[in-house]
């Protein structure tokens, strides 16, 4: 896989969260662009085809992670869709089953992320090829 060819969003209103989120992703071969919020990453998704996958914090202000996706999904954007929270992951994931996968934002969080993401985009291209 050509992590460079695969672009990646991380969407959070925590600027610091965002860029060590992005910094991970970065230093394994991923193109990150960040949006600060719900709000900017339907801006900016909306207008970057490029854009594979989705990685988004589940608690922010005017439209949560969970929205994000129902929005998303809504406007035809059915790209792998990754949710983070401090939540319980399970818990979320019976909530919003559909959702391609939820991490927890734990100390193991930025090195499961990288494998978790190549995972989800090999499933997506798998799907495309059928």
Do not use: C, W
Not at 43 to 60: F, G, H, L, Q
Request: proline share 5%.
């Amino acid at each position: 896989m050509k992590e460079a060819e695969n672009r990646i969003i991380v969407v959070d209103d925590d600027s610091f969260a965002a860029e060590l989120i992005g910094m991970a992703l970065e230093s394994a071969g991923f193109e990150v662009i960040m949006a600060d919020g719900g709000i900017d990453a339907l801006e900016k998704i909306s207008v970057d085809p490029s854009i594979k996958i989705i990685v988004s914090d589940m608690n922010m202000p005017l439209i949560n992670g969970a929205e994000l996706f129902e929005e998303l999904r809504q406007n035809g954007f059915n790209q792998p869709f990754l949710l983070l929270t401090g939540e319980d992951p399970e818990a979320l994931l019976s909530d919003h089953p559909y959702i391609d996968a939820i991490l927890a934002k734990d100390e193991n969080m930025q090195e499961a992320l990288p494998s978790l993401i190549k995972a989800l985009i090999s499933k997506a291209e798998a799907k495309e090829t059928k």
